[in-house]
């Protein structure tokens, strides 16, 4: 079976074609002892020239509605395989949103990401906590917190099974005007480097209760950087981050 395997501000995917005729066992293949180790694995669908289907599963097989990294890594998928599209919108479809890529650097792989969304993302807050949950394309609950005082492995799970079916976590602290670092625990792969939508929704905490926060935010993960900007007033989500095309090759399983 074809692979590719990229990395996208501190997430990694597998990206295999959905017309690959192979079952995948995405637990073993996204395995760093006994695969090709990844956060996840994601098939890509050819809709038309310029527009692939995206579905994401997990590193442990559950299937999310929506990855921002991810979805960039199926836009770099398109735009390697099909190098016309340089100067075109690569429009990826995933079940929780769709989003319109255009390459911004090809100098490495930097795209920016739209997305209108078309509900609130804000589920709940509980304010006194500074608790916020949202819904992105996928959930995420937004803690702002002091960083240092996190112990990811033992709160990330926690927090994740208080919504219902599940939700990543994402731990936030400002650490500049218009800087927010985000340490992010994710439902169905633990902790990780780096999440697109977690950081988009941490913006959207953040944003929502600090007045003259500029429009244009900086999100730092362990090994991610993500710039978000948000206008909740048309709901208009932009994502710019970096995509790179770490192999290519052939998973025999
Ligand atoms: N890493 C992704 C989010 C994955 C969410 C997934 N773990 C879920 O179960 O919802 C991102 O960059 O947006």
Redesign the pocket.
């Known amino acids: 079976m074809q692979f590719w395997k990229f990395e ?2 501190g ?1 990694s995917y597998i990206v295999v074609e959905s017309s690959n005729q192979h079952p995948v066992d995405v637990q073993s293949i996204c395995s760093r002892r006994v695969g090709l180790g990844s ?2 694995l994601l098939t890509a669908e050819w809709l038309d020239e310029s527009t692939v289907r995206m579905r ?1 599963f ?1 590193a442990d097989g ?11 890594c199926v836009a770099a998928f398109a735009y390697v395989n099909r190098p016309h599209l340089k100067d075109r919108d690569i429009v990826i479809q995933a079940k929780g949103a769709t989003v319109t890529h255009r390459l911004a650097d090809t100098d490495g792989m930097k795209f920016n990401a739209v997305i209108r969304l078309d509900q609130d993302p804000l589920i709940s807050k509980q304010e006194a906590e500074s608790r916020y949950q949202y819904v ?5 609950l937004v803690i702002l917190t002091d960083l240092d005082a996190v112990n990811l492995t033992e709160e990330g799970p926690r927090f994740e099974s208080t919504y219902d079916g ?3 976590v994402m731990f936030a602290s400002v650490v500049d005007h218009g800087v927010i670092r985000v340490l ?1 625990w ?4 633990g902790v ?1 480097e ?7 929704a941490a913006v959207m905490a953040v944003a929502m209760r600090t007045p003259n926060w500029p429009t244009e935010s900086e999100v730092l993960t362990p090994k991610g950087c993500v710039r978000v900007e948000w206008n909740p007033m048309d709901r208009m989500l932009s994502m710019e981050g970096n995509v790179s095309l770490l192999a290519e090759g052939t998973y025999f399983a």
């Open positions: 996208a501000e997430n956060d996840g994401v997990n559950t299937e999310a509605p929506m990855c921002g990294n991810g979805a960039r992105v394309g996928s959930p995420h599940g939700t990543n992010p994710e439902r169905g792969v990780v780096g999440c697109a939508t977690g950081s988009a």
